[in-house]
């Protein structure tokens, strides 16, 4: 196809991304996406108190959704690749600004939030496919298993998978990770829509604090319960 003949929308959007705005801005969206998958999963998570039952009911309903699973998963994996492919196309965009690696390094506040999202965005990818293997397709768990329905036992392959003190404490360790990442990238995401002024600043960052502490310490809660016995049988 010769460059003439590209749909001017799609043009349009090539020209955008191709910016440092415009892949900004996919990292805004596609973070927005994620930030809100977290929530919901929490929620989702802390069912957990209310028992078995409850549980693995909710992860039934969850799977009869059936098709509309089907999307919500293909946009969030969609989300995920272009958040990690536009912070790499960024990262070696700045590296290449850079006017030499050898001035006097100084730290600042800037500085120091995009270094926190450099490692901790890259161990939660991993952490994610840990996670998947451990709780979603048993591989990496020491007694995964099913109900006489098909459907996978959450409730028993949450607790069997956490009585493993390096297991649950790796989650720990990943959900602080976790905390940092969304600190930063709450505060960035409202920065690239532009919402950078002083008066909403502490806000902002009172906002991003709350929240991020509010997702971690919630799914910590979970894997501490299981190690310390607190727990419905
Ligand atoms: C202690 C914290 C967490 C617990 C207890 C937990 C628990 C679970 C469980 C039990 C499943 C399998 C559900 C099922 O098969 O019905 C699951 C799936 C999943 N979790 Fe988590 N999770 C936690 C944290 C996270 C975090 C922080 C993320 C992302 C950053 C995450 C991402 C996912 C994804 C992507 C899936 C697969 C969803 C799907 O089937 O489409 N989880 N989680």
Do not use: C
Request: charged share 10%.
């Amino acid at each position: 196809m010769s460059a003439a003949s590209i749909p001017l929308p799609l043009a349009r959007a090539a020209r955008f991304y191709g910016s440092t705005l415009g892949k900004k801005a996919i990292m805004a969206l596609t973070g927005f996406i994620g930030f809100g998958f977290v929530i919901g999963h929490l929620l989702g998570n802390l069912q957990f108190y209310l028992g078995p039952e409850a549980l693995n009911a909710y992860g039934a309903k969850l799977r009869d959704l059936g098709p509309i699973l089907g999307v919500v998963r293909g946009v969030l994996l969609l989300a995920v690749v272009a958040h990690i492919l536009a912070a790499f196309q960024l990262w070696r965009q700045n590296r290449r600004a850079r006017p030499s690696r050898y001035v006097k390094w100084s730290p600042t506040k800037s500085s120091y939030a995009s270094r926190t999202m450099l490692w901790s965005g890259p161990i939660l990818f991993f952490f994610i496919l840990y996670h998947l293997m451990h709780l979603t397709w048993g591989s990496a768990h020491p007694d995964y298993r099913h109900l006489a329905s098909g459907s996978p036992d959450v409730y028993h392959n949450v607790v069997a998978g956490f009585s493993q003190p390096l297991a649950a404490g790796a989650y720990i360790l990943a959900m602080v990770f976790l905390g940092f990442h969304l600190v930063h990238g709450v505060w960035s995401m409202f920065q690239s829509i532009g919402w950078s002024h002083p008066r909403y600043t502490p806000l902002v960052k009172s906002f991003a604090t709350g929240v991020a502490a509010l997702i971690v310490i919630g799914n910590i809660s979970i894997p501490v319960a299981v190690l310390l016995g607190f727990y419905q049988r």
